[in-house]
């Protein structure tokens, strides 16, 4: 697409709409699963909401302004699907059009190409009703509202997303139990809902092909490149079951227009069955990902398990330890630890390389003819000073060096054109609320909203320019 032929190379920052639009009543919106979990539900450990997030909603000129001042060339945004259709389908809410139109013309006003997301979690609270994910009839709805939304912006929007992580997405609805509606380790659901999310996508980028839409459109995974731990014994299988549970069941469909070989073999030795039907083959094939956005943060490292009971390990407060993180799956197999990488506070590993192997990697196994990085970026908590300025070095030293990583695969043919760092500004965190902080500008949640920039945004900035000057 020509959308790289002036500008070479995206560099730009990404949001999602309730994690920093606030306004959870403005304008007609339709209430969203995440406000009714978060007003309802003794499981929102964090206590807190969207209903204001950073106020973007009232802001957003000013944030665009400063991407555009930080001469990023790119933001990416999802849209509230309850600001367009209140109820889920039916009637549109002309505002929530209106909203989004303003967004994009004045990301296209400040010279911002907009890479817009369909969905992002944030499902209107009527379909929640409906069963969520799990009921078919979703996949029609998701594809009915995308055309609603391809009409309305597709004439300046050339960059799409159907969905952003189908499959982190499901880990954390189905098996962590920590986004709505809280299954624990309720693995039918997991293989399910991520079946049924590819086929909403599916139909929806046929809808796009169909209309003959200038741009292109994709889906965003979140990398979970496979690693075995080298004690590991039976190498093949662990292999093959991790990097379906991973990776494939998004990676196949989306990019290859069919799901992987080994599906029913894996989906049974979890003793679950995928609920399909004769039509979906075509719609798989129908409905292939122009690109690939891969959300970078790390690795899965895995080793074999046999015996012993299926649990899940998630640090969801940021305290740092040293207890396991992961999963560990009753005869099939675990998360490893690996004492050589880092760990932030939420026992993550911080790996940079992972960015070259997970690229080269997929590369060569799915051949994507475009791969754009639609997250990476680091979180934690943050002590401003007097002016509320952040020195952020940390965040500065792991993105520089995730970015060599980049630089290194796309030097040596892998067609990645985009970086989108999380997050431009600070926003509601899922699990964390407002605590643990992304953005490299700060959002002073006690001060009106008012935005600061961190060491960080200056240093990115200096780093794009760096780059077109060669
Ligand atoms: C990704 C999501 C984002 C964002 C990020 C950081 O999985 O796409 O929405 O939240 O992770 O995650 P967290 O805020 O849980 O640290």
Redesign the pocket.
Known sequence: ADIFDDKDFLWGSGT?AY?CEGAWKADSKGLGEWDYFNHHSPLNINHTDGDEASDFYHHYQEDIDLLAAGHQNTFRFSIAWDRILPNGTGKINQNGIDFYNNVIDYCLQKGLEPNVSLF?YDLPYQLALQGGWLNRKLTDYFADYAKICFENFGDRVKIWVTI??PR?YSYCVNIVGNYPPNRRLDFQSYFQYQYNLMLASAKAIKIFHNLNMDGIIGIVH?NGNVELAPDTKDKARVQKLSDFFYNREILCPALLGKMPDETTEVVQAFNCLLYQTDQDEQIFADGKADYLGL?LYNRQYVTDWSTGETAVFHNNQGKQSTAKEGIRLQGLFESAFDPDVPRNQWGREELPRVMYTALTEINQRYHPQLIMIT?NGH?GYETPDENGYVNDDKRIALTKDFLKYLLQAKNEGVPVHGYYH?SPIDLY????GYE?R?GMIRVDYNDHFRRIPKKSYYWYRDFIDQYFAG
């Open positions: 999602a994690q992002h952003n992580e982190y979140d959300n997250e979180g999380w965190s899922w699990i964390n643990k992304y």
